[in-house]
């Protein structure tokens, strides 16, 4: 099953400014998000950030907020019983998804998701966790729940579809 821009919604999990020095290669997380968020923008994909006790952890990285169409406080690691569901675009079934703490609240929410029955992509490039067993774990036992890992470039081009998409050299400039 591929992914299609406009059954697609964007989900990225707690980028947030304390918490990401301490996720490794923390840098290269959001540097997938901005580009993922970049590309959601440009093809109408709306984006949806979640933040873990902001008043706390403080909010999301400045660059993601200004790409984010909402941005969902919680409380709960797995942002479903914060109103993640609730607060949904209607009418799109497929969520890709990024985040931190992979092994937690990105997991905790993927998963839900799943159960709620949405077709869930977990974007590996575009997570973290503080260690990298964790990050890796999670995204195995992802995959084993029934969702699908796959990387920045492969959202960038299923959303495509193909070279002659109006937006092509837009998204080719951001991966390259």
């Not at 993601?64 to 949904?88: N, S, T």
């Not at 995959?143 to 796959?150: C, D, E, L, P, T």
Request: charged fraction near 25%; proline fraction near 4%.
């Amino acid at each position: 099953m591929l992914m299609k821009a406009d059954q697609s919604i964007l989900i990225l999990i707690d980028l947030q400014e304390k918490l990401m020095p301490a996720i490794a290669d923390g840098a290269s997380v959001i540097s997938q998000s901005l580009k993922l968020a970049t590309m959601a923008g440009l093809l109408e994909v709306p984006v949806v950030a979640t933040e873990q006790l902001p008043e706390k952890l403080g909010h999301n990285v400045p660059d993601i907020l200004e790409l984010c169409d909402q941005v969902i406080g919680k409380y709960h690691f797995d942002a479903c019983p914060d109103g993640l569901i609730d607060e949904l675009p209607e009418g799109r079934q497929q969520i890709v998804i990024g985040g931190c703490e992979a092994h937690v609240c990105m997991m905790q929410t993927a998963l839900s998701l799943v159960d709620a029955g949405y077709k869930v992509w977990v974007v590996a490039d575009a997570t973290g966790s503080r260690n990298e067993l964790d990050r890796d774990v999670a995204l195995d036992r992802l995959h084993q729940s029934g969702a699908r890992i796959v990387t920045v470039e492969m959202v960038a081009f299923e959303w495509l579809r193909h070279c002659k998409h109006p937006r092509f050299r837009d998204i080719q400039g951001l991966i390259k």
